[in-house]
């Protein structure tokens, strides 16, 4: 019988290879070693991410709390972005801007009228400054002006005596002392500059004003003794209404806010205008246009010579035989003190009363140059001669002469077009609709 069974092959493990047993043990190690791992990082993970988290979320807020302060003073609601500033600040208190953040929460309050708080605030923002930091000189006036406002004037003395600024430097001239503050004549200057620049802008933005000649007008010492005193009344007068309160009236808030609200629109329009402002180019297309406004009517040049009282026209005439001895007669009398004599250049307009010999010149226009009159010309009770030194036909002035005039119609005429148009572009942009009925007109 055959024996059909196979025999039984075995390989035996490779030289220096694992058994089963062994490598399953190995396997078992190596993936707990690779989870002691797994959470090891995890752990470092989580903590650094748990402290990241917080630190960013913080700085969120007060990031958030910065965004809403720009854009409530965008809006011009000052004491709102104030206390957004002071919340910003609560949730970052280390931060490198904190000086300068109290300094514009300060402002803010200043502006929204809040003078106690402001001053607080500027007080908050000198703390830990260092000496050397600009913004020292401008928390020092604006910490007094708070103070001033409050009618703390003791502690607005003894704050400017703290501070350098509350003294004047070595060689500057002080030319008066109240209150703890020195008023030097650098001061005085600007002071004065500034009255000048603000009655040249009431008088409206086509006015026509030379501010040097204004300037120089006031440098004499009278002018400056005289504003000086008239600007400490004032001054002093508003110290004391401070003091009292007056400030807080609800009446005097009210004509105040007019007034800002009619400053800010005046500003306004100056702004406009200046886009507007006038070539030679322009103010010559203007004369050109309008050149029946420039003319002038016939006019006539005259030396006139007043005669004393009594005396005879014709003994003065006698000793008169040229227009050269009637300029002498006229220069020699002209020396003379009596207020009732004397003599003057000047231009007679046809058709015009003359402020001087009212409408007795007219006679004039019938005289030749060079020619003198034969009988006294009367008005209001006195007597002249007149000598004719040149005539003028009628005409359009020459643009030189008239060019300030040119200027102020053409300013004048641009303000009224520019303020009917920006009138209408803003009654569109702030959906204005007046309802109330025109007023009637007679015709």
């Known amino acids: 019988m055959t024996d059909t069974t196979q025999p039984r092959l075995e390989l035996g493990p490779p030289p220096d290879s694992l058994t089963p047993r062994e490598r399953r043990r190995l396997s078992v190690g190596a993936l707990g070693g690779v ?32 965004e809403t302060a720009l854009q409530l003073e965008e ?28 300094y514009r929460v300060g402002d803010l309050r200043r502006r929204s009228e809040d ?42 003395g003894r704050e400017l005596a703290k501070r350098a600024g509350g003294e004047p430097s070595t ?38 004003v030379d501010r040097q000649l204004w300037l120089e007008q006031r440098r004499t010492a009278d002018s400056r003794r005289q504003f000086l005193e008239q600007w400490l009344e004032v001054e002093l007068f508003g110290r004391r209404a401070r003091e009292l309160g007056i400030d807080r009236d609800p009446d005097y ?15 306004y329009l100056e702004q406009e205008l200046k886009i507007i402002e006038p070539t030679r180019i322009d103010l010559e297309a203007h004369y050109q246009a309008n050149a029946s406004r420039w003319a002038r009517p ?44 004397g003599w003057s250049e000047m231009e007679i307009e046809r058709g015009g009363a003359h402020p001087l010999l009212g409408r007795t010149g007219e006679v004039l226009f019938d005289l030749e140059v060079g020619h ?15 000598l004719v030194e040149a005539k003028h036909p009628a005409g359009a002035a020459p643009f030189e002469e008239v060019e300030t005039n040119v200027r102020a119609d053409y300013m004048q005429r641009k303000v009224s077009e520019l303020t009917e148009r920006l009138q209408k572009e803003l009654l569109t942009r702030y959906d204005v609709r007046i309802e109330m009925p025109e007023a009637s007109r007679d015709d």
């Open 298 to 341: 016939e006019r006539v040049e005259t030396t006139v010579l007043a005669l004393r009282s009594g005396e005879s026209a014709e003994d003065v005439l006698n000793a008169i035989d040229s227009a050269e001895a009637f300029r002498t007669e006229a220069a020699r009398r002209s020396k003379d003190q009596q207020r009732e004599s």
């Open 253 to 267: 808030r009210a004509a105040l806010e007019l007034l800002q609200s009619q400053l800010l629109a005046n500003r």
């Open 171 to 208: 060689g500057e001239v002080v030319v008066a002392r109240f209150a703890g503050e020195a008023l030097t004549e650098a001061d005085l200057d600007r002071l004065i500059e500034r009255d000048v620049d603000r009655r040249i802008a009431a008088l409206g933005p086509s006015a026509t």
């Open 35 to 66: 989870l002691v791992v797994l959470q090891v990082t995890l752990l470092v993970w989580l903590m650094f991410f748990s402290e990241r988290s917080a630190e960013p979320s913080l700085s969120e807020t007060a990031r958030e709390w910065r």
């Open 372 to 386: 003198w009159t034969q009988e006294p010309l009367v008005d209001s009770g006195r007597a002249y001669l007149a």
């Open 75 to 102: 809006r011009r609601l000052h004491a709102g972005a104030a206390d957004a500033w002071v919340q910003s600040l609560s949730l970052s208190p280390e931060s490198d801007e904190r000086s300068a953040i109290w």
């Open 115 to 156: 003078w106690s708080a402001a001053a607080s605030a500027f007080v908050q923002a000198e703390v830990g400054l260092k000496e050397s930091d600009p913004l020292r000189a401008r928390i020092g006036p604006a910490l007094i002006d708070c103070l001033r406002r409050l009618g703390l004037e003791g502690e607005v």
